[in-house]
């Protein structure tokens, strides 16, 4: 379960560079399509859980 939370909070910070670098580009047409704050709140979100599931048991 420490794996699925480490793992989580990874892609969390890789979703966040994402949104990052999206919202600092240099072209403003090319949006893209991947929801990375939809993304980086889920992750968070497991990270959380995953991680609180592993130290309790």
């Known amino acids: ?4 939370g480490i793992s989580a ?4 910070g890789f979703a966040e560079i994402a949104n990052w670098r999206r919202n600092n580009r240099r ?3 090319k949006v893209g399509f991947m929801p990375w704050r ?3 709140l889920a992750s968070a979100a ?3 859980f995953a991680t609180a599931f592993a130290l309790k048991g």
């Open 1 to 4: 379960m420490l794996t699925i």
């Open 9 to 12: 909070a990874a892609l969390f």
């Open 27 to 29: 072209d403003i047409d």
């Open 38 to 40: 939809g993304i980086a």
């Open 46 to 48: 497991i990270a959380i």
